[in-house]
């Protein structure tokens, strides 16, 4: 188990003390060395492995790592929970969401739940969604619960203000509504979890004796509320392990703190410290290339990593003339990589923002390249899936979401007159919109008796026990009428999908045969991606957000366009901004182990109104390590090579000095978003809720850009 370990990846795993932390650089071994830290604690220190937790960061990397310990251990590691933050507080808020007032079967909305709330909201409220978009709306929201900005307190910075009021009122529209169903969003889980922890003693002291040791992999993306769920976990006899690079930290933009792995033995007492320097993933090449970019980072530690795996294979620079030209480069590259005996599965292409996929597919589907794209439209959300899903939910929960999906599909003949009378109804007595159609007697013809039918459908479904999902589902989408109207309208796509969700439900069935409906609606509800990918032969497209933690023999990074990679929104934000783009490009490059290609091409971009210039991403790498191909760079000489005349970079630099102080509850105004209103400021950055359509920003608190409201 250890024999495969370096001298500190040694000393990690082997550690006495009660607090450990690991800090090095990419591909050095981090995520290996805490996988064997678990095995190490079953096998040689006989801990429980139903004591062990382990966070990890997504969903593949949950199951990469549970993969890899049962390699190790076999059954022995079982009992061992791997679980994103999000997935434990399901787990922890199941057995004691009633301190908080909330059933154990409460209902997890997902972002298109949120969405058709708002639809509601809209509505009730006569805000108009041109001025005040679902997207803006959500990310006030969002921000402000993450903010622990309450609404009493949103109401209050909102003031009179016409732009920020209905915002405000939104937000308690929206929060009320959740209550009133028991339900909660992905922010509510986090948040809640840490209210659960702070309030109830017992609560917490009995987490703290349920694992005794915790893993935290990815920790230097932890933000403030995950750090506090997490210390609220370690009592005084809990063991606590973290694992981080501060140099991949890319999610500042959500709230990670990069300070909280920096500064961690300010909280915990006599840490033991490991750093790791020898990187076992990539070539001399490609790390050297990702060094020399993350050096020009001004704020960072400087660490040294190494690696024995010499190749002369340089990081090759592909400009092309245009969107197509670069796809079709990637699709031919690839063909030569399969005609040299390599499999799809070894091979990722890697882009900065999700619309960037669609030229590139249309390159893959021209050369017949399988593909397949993680975080693209999410199984679960397929219209037919959620259709499905809301049938079971009306079981569950019976809330009004999955009412209101359900209610005319298929047509039931209740038309808006009929649903405005159930929703008059339905507040009015303060009861579901199901209740007042079970309840009450006021549809006319056909919707009267389809409605009847519908309720006697659903009480009948409550009656079958929880555990046989397969049953309940068959039952509900056969005697609703729901399976017949896809087939009579040759719905195969659908129908297929809808098995795939049945062969999902067989096997949670069969892995867990305690398992129930309820817990089943709240496990799915948390997967951004179908694991069934995983095993086939397909090259694997993505985000560098979400390959963070993984790794691949062959890595293409397609659209190097300065103001798409960094984004422009980025540099709009400052220093902080270009530098946290430049760790997703180390992030990006040091997930290749074998040959990185980095592409872009030339022409006028729409989405950038501008012509494209090459990323300074390439350009800050050192000539040694990397060469160039393409049209471009046959015709020219090297001297003519286009390069920003005037580096962004140097005047964001000179911008950031202004030197404004600011303290919560100031008032300022910003050249870009307006007037806003300081909420916190930490470290030199502000946290700044702006007016509509902006929301909570964080920004440089000396940006040049802010300035005091008084005119100071
Ligand atoms: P990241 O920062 O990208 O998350 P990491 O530090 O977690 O990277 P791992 O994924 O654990 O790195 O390891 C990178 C690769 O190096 C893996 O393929 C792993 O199996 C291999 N590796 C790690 N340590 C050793 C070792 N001592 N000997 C051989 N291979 C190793
Ligand atoms: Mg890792």
Known sequence: MVENLNKQQLEAVTSNSKYVRIVAGAGSGKTRVLTTRIAYLIEEQNVFPYRILAITFTNKAANEMKE????????????VNVSTIHALCVRILREDSIALGYPKNFTIIDSQDQRSLLNEAYKALDIDRKEFTPGSVLAYISGNKTAEVDVEYAFSLAGDNMLQKPLAQMYEFYVSRLKSMYAMDFDDLLVFTKNLFKEYPEVRAKWQRRYSHIHVDEFQDVDNIQYAIIRYLVGADNHLYVVGDPDQTIYTWRGANVDIIMSFEKDFKDVHTVILNQNYRSTNMILDGANSIIINNKNRLKKELFTENKSDKKIVHYSGAGQEYEANWIAEEINALIDRGVNYKEIAILYRANYLSRALEKGLLDYKIPYVIYGGTRFYDRQEVKDALSYLRMVTSGDDLAFTRVINNPRRGIGNKGMDNLYALSSSHNITLYEAVK?????????????????????????????????????????????????????????????????????????????????????????????????????????????????????????????????????????????????????????????????????YSFVLEKMRSTSRFITEIDSDFIERVGAKFENKTKETFPRPKKPLVNRIKKLDTSGIKLRDGVKITHTTYGDGVVIQVDNGVATIAFMHPHGIKKLVEGHESIKLKDGV
Do not use: C, W
């Not at 890899?68 to 009992?79: C, D, F, N, Q, V």
């Not at 195969?492 to 069969?510: G, H, Q």
């Open 68 to 79: 890899r310990i049962s390699t190790t251990l076999a059954e022995k590691g079982l009992g």
């Open 439 to 603: 309840d009450f007697d006021i549809l006319t013809g056909k919707a009267r008796t389809e409605s009847k039918k519908f309720v006697e459908l659903i009480e009948r479904v409550k009656l079958i026990p929880s555990e046989q999902i397969d049953v309940i589902l068959n039952t509900l989408l056969k005697d609703s009428g729901y399976l017949k109207m896809l087939e009579t309208s040759k719905e195969d796509d659908r129908l297929e999908n809808l098995k795939e969700l049945m062969n999902d439900i067989e096997t949670y069935m069969k892995n867990n045969p305690e398992g129930s409906l309820e817990e089943y609606m709240q496990i799915i509800s948390l997967y951004s991606d179908k694991e069934q990918y995983d095993t086939g032969s397909y090259v694997q497209l993505m985000t560098i957000h979400a390959a963070k933690g993984l790794e691949f023999n062959y890595v293409f990074v397609a659209g190097m366009s300065d103001g798409v990679f960094p984004s422009e929104r980025s540099l709009m934000e400052g220093i902080a901004g270009l530098e946290e783009e430049r760790r997703l490009a180390y992030v990006a490059y040091t997930r290749a182990k074998e040959q990185l290609y980095l592409t872009e091409s030339a022409g």
